[in-house]
């Protein structure tokens, strides 16, 4: 009798977030979840270890062995989320701001767009949502990557930037004692995902950044999905070569697949 190998599922449109540190993805984590879970293969790179986010109960100076074990709660994260294996890239915390590093992570990035083929990239607005540096650099060269088409074999769809709406941060709670600066008017948002069904594995995978949070810190910045965002994910479209929406979007794959 002949044995074929079974056929192979046809591909789900893949998905690829780009942040600067290990955590940076709990900010979409109820998102990564969802898509994760409906087949989507779902991609998280991370441009630097984190190398230098020193905490008073994390105990571990700044540097190579800080980044090594912000590394691995990064993995715990991602299996908790239910996505790949993270991309790390390994540049150097608060390191990536000047030019060879810029140009190394604009080629490094553009690899993976071309290896993983997402049809949605994700990023920070150029306002790194917390105001960050790194933050607003990764935002600054994903963008980059997307919108260069010529040096890219795979093209995405589309780009999005997180957006906190304004409406939802009128008293910002703990740790933020004001507004942060990504948050955005609530006209300029695009899109929201329900992650509601998702939260309990974005829980886990913020839980895994215990070198960064205590466990009431962990609680406070999941209230800031879970609660003043009422268990959605905000977007804004910055970037697409497809027709725009004309109401708000419930789904970044729209259009796409
Ligand atoms: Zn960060």
Same mark, same amino acid.
């Given at each position: ?63 190579? =062995?800080?980044?090594?074990?912000? =590394? ?31 140009? +190394? ?94 939260? =309990? ?8 950044? +215990? ?18 965002? =009422? ?27």
């Amino acid at each position: 009798m002949l044995v074929f190998p079974p056929l192979a599922a046809a591909q789900k449109p893949a998905i690829l977030a780009v942040f600067a540190h290990p955590d940076d993805e709990t900010t979409v984590g109820p998102l990564l979840v969802r898509y994760a879970k409906a087949g989507h293969p779902v991609y998280l790179a991370t441009i630097t270890s984190g190398q230098k986010g020193v905490t008073p109960h994390g105990g571990i100076p700044a540097g190579d =062995e800080l980044g090594a074990a912000r =590394e691995k709660e990064l993995r715990c994260a991602c299996q908790a989320l239910g996505i790949h294996e993270p991309l790390l890239l390994q540049f150097q915390d608060q390191g990536i701001s000047v030019p060879p590093a810029m140009d +190394k992570i604009r080629a490094r990035l553009r690899e993976i767009v071309n290896e993983v083929k997402p049809a949605v990239m994700i990023t920070w607005g150029p306002d790194g949502l917390t105001g960050h540096p790194d933050h607003r650099m990764a935002s600054s060269l994903a963008t980059e990557v997307f919108q260069q088409r010529a040096p890219l074999a795979h093209r995405p769809r589309k780009l999005y930037y997180v957006a906190w709406p304004e409406s939802k941060f009128v008293n910002p709670p703990p740790p933020f004692d004001r507004r942060p600066p990504g948050t955005v008017a609530d006209v300029f948002v695009t899109t929201e995902v329900d992650g509601n069904a998702y939260l =309990e594995p974005a829980r886990k995978a913020l839980q895994c950044h +215990k070198t960064q949070y205590q466990p009431a810190q962990m609680e406070a910045m999941f209230d800031l999905t879970a609660k003043a965002q =009422e268990g959605k994910v905000f977007l804004r479209l910055a970037l697409t070569d497809l027709r725009r929406p004309s109401g708000r979007e419930r789904d970044i794959l729209e259009g796409v697949q």
